[in-house]
T-cell receptor, first 108, second 113 residues
């Protein structure tokens, strides 16, 4: 089977740092992606890791360990606008296989 | 550069009816994927079209079918609607069939009563 596990909810305050973990078990694996979705709108691409290590894009960083089937998304200097759902997704060559998502709530 | 667009935005259908959802891909993209997102869940892959041919399918029954046109726009058709088909249907385009970065449209919210 195919499964991705991530926490259902995370809360934090403005300016803080938050880490959203993702573990996966899939039959095909090319890389791990992260998407952000506000209130049921269009998911937007944040990052992609095909190889082990850390990728940094502005306030967001993503990490992958292929041997541990584990990754995380790190969000720094949190802002209110970061309140959204965050999905990890395994790219299996054609399809994206999504986790159930983590709802991040940022308060002032 | 025009992003991915979908129509209609919202739709209400009755169980047993048929529905067609439409998607225009982003300029320069030749691949379209469709996803179903139930409330509180992540998107689930339905199928992908590359240059007018189906290029992969998820675990959905044959009553879910699709088309891609020469201009790379796409349709998703669902026959014999069931209550569980109520969901947000997302279309995503990408530059090629092996491209991991997919650009999503705003979705069509389908309600089946």
């Amino acid at each position: 089977g195919q499964s991705l596990e991530q926490p259902s909810e995370v809360t934090a305050v403005e300016g803080a740092i938050v880490q959203i973990n993702c573990t996966y078990q899939t039959s095909g694996f090319y890389g791990l992606s992260w998407y952000q979705q506000h209130d049921g709108g269009a998911p937007t691409f944040l990052s992609y890791n095909a190889l082990d290590g850390l990728e940094e894009t502005g306030r967001f960083s993503s990490f992958l360990s292929r041997s541990d089937s584990y990754g995380y998304l790190l969000l720094q200097e949190l802002q209110m606008k970061d309140s959204a759902s965050y999905f990890c997704a395994v790219f299996a060559g054609t399809a994206l296989i999504f986790g159930k998502g983590t709802t991040l709530s940022v308060s002032s | 550069e025009t992003g991915v667009t979908q129509s209609p935005t919202h739709l209400i259908k009755t169980r047993g009816q048929q529905v067609t959802l439409r998607c225009s891909s982003q300029s320069g993209h030749n691949t379209v994927s469709w996803y179903q997102q139930a409330l509180g869940q992540g998107p689930q892959f339905i199928f992908q079209y590359y240059r007018e041919e189906e290029n992969g399918r998820g675990n959905f029954p044959p009553r879910f079918s699709g088309l891609q046109f020469p201009n790379y726009s796409s349709e998703l058709n669902v026959n014999a609607l069931e209550l569980d088909d109520s969901a947000l249907y997302l279309c995503a385009s990408s530059q090629d069939r092996g491209a991991h970065e997919q650009y999503f449209g705003p979705g069509t919210r389908l309600t089946v009563t």
